[in-house]
């Protein structure tokens, strides 16, 4: 097949989806397939070849990339792009996928997971990897994705729905519990999450998260083991626990080497497995997800797993939490590329029927 891995982009999480296209890329080209990665926001700025010829282009157009410990500067991206558009999908990005016969979502965070991408395909009659536009953009939206909990009895945290302003502070300061977490409502990789202790912190953390936007999810702090877990298909793998080495898995700990012991299988009963992984396709299913998605949640002292959120285009570095669930199961992380994109052009084709 010629498939576009469409990567990068211009959300907080640029550099994690670059990382995850490259591996993306390069295993599926492994497997045969002419794969080529383009940055959705640069697009081809830097590819200098025939348009024609992009699918037989060295390497797919990959480049080494890694993950800093601090998330981008997206002003700077914005600022490198030649052409200065505010369009989000840069230089040749819709013709190229228009010539794909798939494109492979290695984006991550607001603009690829929050359905405006699937459904910029949807309208050009591209199938794309993944969950469709709807759906997509309900599970980014952590306001949004609680209601579904609450109304499937899927066990999460006491949560409030906040919008807000400065002037708002000192009276919810007033009326939210502490400890707590305070999450932006469209964040991935931990970014805009900070879980405050004292009434005091809780001012300043709402205060810092207004550089993200005046909508907020408070919950309740669930204190536990942090435990993942991904569906793929119609079924759940085995789970993953993660260890991390500063207070919670942030940003730092999730991307950087030493930030967190990962263990898979995790050490937990099958009764605990089983909680979770059920937990995790119930929520996949009322969402109307499909193909993949990671689920991640706190299972507390006394065995009850809390859902935080689900991940729709989780992390796919060779590294990543999905690729070790299912090494666990016999699937490789090559041949879980290719199950990926087969698996969703089955999906897609059906959504047309």
Request: proline share 4%.
């Amino acid at each position: 097949m010629k498939i576009v891995v469409l990567a990068g982009g211009l959300s907080t999480e640029r550099n994690v989806a670059l990382t995850s296209g490259t591996g993306i890329c390069r295993a599926l080209r492994r497997r045969g397939h002419k794969a080529v990665l383009v940055d959705m926001f640069l697009g081809l700025e830097n590819y200098s070849g025939s348009l024609a010829d992009i699918f037989d282009a060295p390497d797919g157009l990959c480049a080494d990339h890694s993950v800093s410990s601090e998330a981008p500067d997206l002003e700077a991206v914005r600022r490198s792009r030649r052409d200065q558009s505010p369009s989000m999908l840069g230089q040749g990005v819709l013709q190229v996928c228009a010539m794909a016969d798939l494109v492979f979502l290695a984006l991550h965070g607001s603009c690829g997971e929050d359905g405006r991408i699937q459904a910029t395909l949807d309208l050009l009659g591209v199938p794309y990897t993944g969950s469709n536009y709807i759906s997509s953009g309900m599970a980014m939206d952590k306001a949004i994705a609680k209601r579904f909990m609450d109304a499937e009895n899927i066990r999460t945290a006491p949560w409030r729905d906040v919008r807000y302003a400065e002037a708002d502070i000192p009276a919810l300061v007033e009326e939210l519990e502490t400890p707590c977490a305070v999450k932006i409502v469209n964040g991935g990789s931990s970014i805009g999450v900070e879980l405050p202790e004292s009434k005091e912190e809780l001012e300043a953390t709402l205060r810092r998260m207004l550089r993200f936007g005046n909508h907020v999810v408070v919950e309740k702090k669930i204190r536990g083991r942090e435990i993942q877990i991904a569906v793929l298909g119609d079924t759940y793998l085995p789970a993953v626990e993660i260890i991390p080495k500063n207070a919670y898995f942030d940003y730092e700990s999730k991307y950087q080497k030493g930030g967190a012991v990962e263990l898979c299988p995790a050490p937990i009963t099958d009764a605990q497995w089983k909680q979770v992984g059920e937990m995790a396709l119930k929520l996949h299913r009322a969402l109307g997800l499909s193909v993949y998605s990671r689920t991640d949640f706190i299972l507390d002292e006394d065995g009850k797993a809390w859902c935080l959120e689900v991940n729709t285009l989780p992390g796919m570095t060779p590294t990543s939490l999905v690729p070790q669930e299912a090494a666990a199961v016999g699937i490789d992380y090559d041949m879980l590329c290719e199950k990926i994109a087969e698996e969703s052009l089955r999906v897609r084709k059906a959504e047309r029927i």
